[in-house]
């Protein structure tokens, strides 16, 4: 039956992969704005038709986040001033920080239980609203370098302020809308319970404060956002209801980034480069899912074995594989929501949801981040193949040159450097090591995992380390602001830089980037550069831990 879940959700992806990317296309490059949308432009002054170079564009990509993120601090600390608040006190300076932090980069990491620390308000008008914008942020720079590669001795690659409106109005809050009646008919709650009411579960009784939880579920799972109004996130029966909606929640996670490669291929003018990009993504992710749950499923561990099932954490509802694909999904994306507990995982099932993350979210990565994330590397990977060959490399026309390659290049370097750091500045002070429930291998593990998901903006825990302190909430906000923001940055400033060629006419040299020979070099360089970064790490956690048990 896990094969089967596995399956049908390559078939659902495979139907609307080619009508979703052809509308997103379509979105992203008529020049026809709607009534609401001018009436946005005119509200916050801008020209909605003035094209704009890659440091306005970044500019204005940095400008909003701004603002977010002074927004979503100020409702945090005003909590109890406001209406809605059910009686929560203000969120600490700290909380503050990190949570608005968080949502604002697209990765929704929660240090506090959801539940018991943000009113209705908060959640609503706070939270759930970056759900969206953030990911229309994500989705602005991906069209932004995609106009990069298309475009001809052009200065300019867009509008922020337009493709953000699009983004938001015509693509997540329609598919949003019609997601939430789905998951309402699921059997996800849509209400309001107050901090007081008792709700009566499983012939228990639990003091919940709801909320509008259907709404807020669909809207995390659409824009790959972790997060949620329980402590407990997609396990709990408020927010995934059944094995049904558990299917649903995955499929949602993966619907836009794996669309998104057709709308590259068609705005680019090419659909069989779209293809190429949908197959080094397929290709990882379906590894990805069949390597966890073949961990789970054997349960190598003692326990596991003794028992007969690696069920520890995880919800009877969904099970060891339904689970398991929820965990692949959840890490390959920059989604964060989890039906299980990773921490509970046998050794080499956690670790492959921290290699996941490692990969640097691109298979198929979160809403936008995951398609110019993997077209960064299949430019590093067209570089490569020229220093083989001793040619200039080509990709879409354009040359990479030695600007190009070093934006490249700091793109992929910054995840990593957050990471290792983070996690080796954790362990060597005591605020860090204080916060460890486990010792030895599965300790590290935990600390490894929290720097990880942080700067790659996933958003998933793995459990275990106590992280809702001062000094995790800031070095965790840190990585999370520098993991989105620096990234970005380099990726706008390639798109400028790629805008401006003229093309490159093909060769005899030019190597072909549609075939399955590029498909191939674009997963390996994807996966060597990954373990030769992150192996050492690996090997004195998750794999050090599988070696022991």
């Known amino acids: 039956m896990g094969w089967i879940f596995v399956a049908s959700l390559v078939i659902a992806l495979a139907l609307v992969h080619k009508p979703l990317g052809d509308y997103m296309h379509r979105v992203y490059t008529t020049s026809k704005h709607n009534g609401v949308e001018r009436f946005l ?17 970044a500019r204005g990509v940095l400008a909003f986040s701004v603002i977010s993120l002074l927004a979503l601090y100020g409702l945090q600390r005003l909590q109890d001033k406001l209406f809605l608040s059910l009686g929560f006190a203000p969120v600490p300076d ?47 720079v991906a069209i932004a370098l995609v106009r990069g590669f298309a475009r001809r001795g052009s200065d300019t690659i867009g509008n922020f302020w337009v493709d953000l409106v699009r983004g938001t109005l015509r693509i997540l809050l329609p598919i949003a809308f019609v997601g939430a009646l789905v998951l309402v008919a699921g059997g ?14 499983a012939g228990g009784t639990q003091n919940m404060t709801g909320g509008p939880v259907a709404s807020q579920e669909v809207i995390k799972e659409l824009g790959t956002n972790g997060g949620g109004f329980y402590n407990t996130n997609s396990a709990h029966p408020f927010e995934n209801a059944t094995s049904w909606t558990n299917w649903f929640e995955i499929f949602l996670i993966l619907l836009i980034p794996f669309a998104l490669p057709r709308t590259f291929g068609k705005m680019v003018g090419q659909p069989r480069q779209g293809y190429a990009i949908l197959a080094v993504m397929g290709i990882i992710a379906l590894a990805s899912i069949t390597l966890t749950n ?9 326990v596991p074995q003794a028992v007969g099932a690696a069920m520890e954490g995880k919800d009877v509802r969904f099970g060891v594989a339904n689970s398991a694909t929820f965990a692949a999904a959840t890490t390959l994306t920059s989604t964060g929501a989890v039906n299980s507990f990773h921490d509970s995982y046998t050794p080499f099932g956690g670790m492959m949801t921290l290699f996941n993350m490692m990969l640097g979210e691109v298979a198929p990565g979160g809403v936008g981040a995951g ?13 490569v193949a020229g220093l083989m060959v001793g040619r200039t490399p080509e990709y879409l026309g354009k040359k990479i040159g030695s600007r190009e390659i070093k934006l490249a290049s ?71 602001l520098l993991g989105r923001f620096l990234p970005i940055i380099f990726v706008l400033a390639l798109a400028g830089s790629l805008a401006r060629q003229k093309p490159a006419p093909e060769s005899a040299g030019t190597l072909p980037t549609h075939r399955p020979q590029f498909v191939g070099m674009v997963v390996g360089v994807t996966l060597i550069l ?11 956690g998750p794999l050090a831990e599988g070696l022991l048990s």
């Open 188 to 201: 996800v709650v849509q209400n309001f319970v107050g901090p007081h009411e008792v709700i009566t579960i």
């Open 530 to 540: 990954v373990a030769l970064t992150f192996l050492p790490a690996l090997a004195l």
């Open 410 to 480: 700091m793109y992929f370097l910054v995840t990593p450097i957050l990471v290792l750091v983070g996690t080796a500045v954790a362990m060597g002070n005591e605020a860090g090591l204080a916060a460890m429930l486990n010792s030895g291998p599965h300790g590290f593990s935990e600390i490894l995992y929290a720097f990880t998901s942080a700067s790659n903006n996933n958003g998933s825990a793995f459990g275990g380390v106590t992280v809702n302190t001062p000094w995790y909430d800031v070095a965790l906000g840190l990585c999370m």
């Open 41 to 57: 432009y005119r509200l916050v002054g801008v020209q909605p038709d003035a094209e704009q170079k890659w440091g306005v564009y």
């Open 94 to 140: 700290h909380v503050a920080w990190n949570t608005a932090v968080s949502f604002v980069t697209n990765t929704n990491w929660q240090a506090y239980s959801g539940e018991s620390t943000m009113g209705h308000l908060v959640q609503m008008s706070g939270l759930a609203v970056q759900n969206f914008v953030s990911a229309a942020v994500g989705m602005a």
């Open 294 to 302: 073949v961990f789970e499923l054997g349960g190598d561990a003692t």
């Open 371 to 383: 398609l110019y994330g993997m077209l960064v590397l299949a430019v590093i990977t067209v570089f």
